[in-house]
């Protein structure tokens, strides 16, 4: 009998390797991600201690000029954070796109390994056939030498 092979071998390494690819380029995108997450944290640190140094020296009193321009950098600050913001909100729906793209792909993928399972099945229930057909006649053989 003669070994098993699954017709779309090659269309499973195929739908496997782009599933690999997908994975990788993912993985890409949410450091991309995390890098955006951590930028924007980092930013409102920095804000945060702008802003406690001139809670401070408010106390203390400062010129006009002082505070013209912590209100410049404040303002400077914020349409920064926003803006890295916006870009976060860009690549986490780039990330998920990704996401779904391998998601899709791993499903074609578990649906035509399902199908060489299915196949697999049968070539193993067919070579047990053909093997129990072979004592059969091999049993039924020898009992009639046997009886010759």
Do not use: P
Request: proline content about 0%; overall charge neutral.
């Amino acid at each position: 009998m003669k070994k098993f092979s699954f017709s779309l071998e090659n269309v499973l390494r195929y739908k496997n390797q782009l599933l690999d690819g997908l994975k990788a380029e993912r993985a890409a995108l949410m450091m991309r991600v995390n890098r955006q997450e951590a930028k924007i944290n980092n930013m409102k640190q920095q804000y945060r201690e702008a802003n406690e140094r001139y809670c401070e020296k408010k106390e203390q009193g400062f010129t006009t000029r002082e505070a013209y321009e912590y209100d410049a950098y404040f303002r400077s600050m914020e349409r920064e954070i926003h803006h890295e913001e916006e870009l976060l909100v860009i690549y986490r729906k780039e990330e998920e796109e990704k996401r779904d793209e391998m998601i899709k792909a791993r499903q074609e993928s578990m649906s035509i390994e399902k199908l060489r399972e299915k196949e697999r099945e049968n070539y193993d229930k067919m070579v047990q056939k053909n093997e129990e057909q072979f004592i059969e006649e091999f049993v039924s053989n020898s009992r009639a030498t046997v009886r010759a």
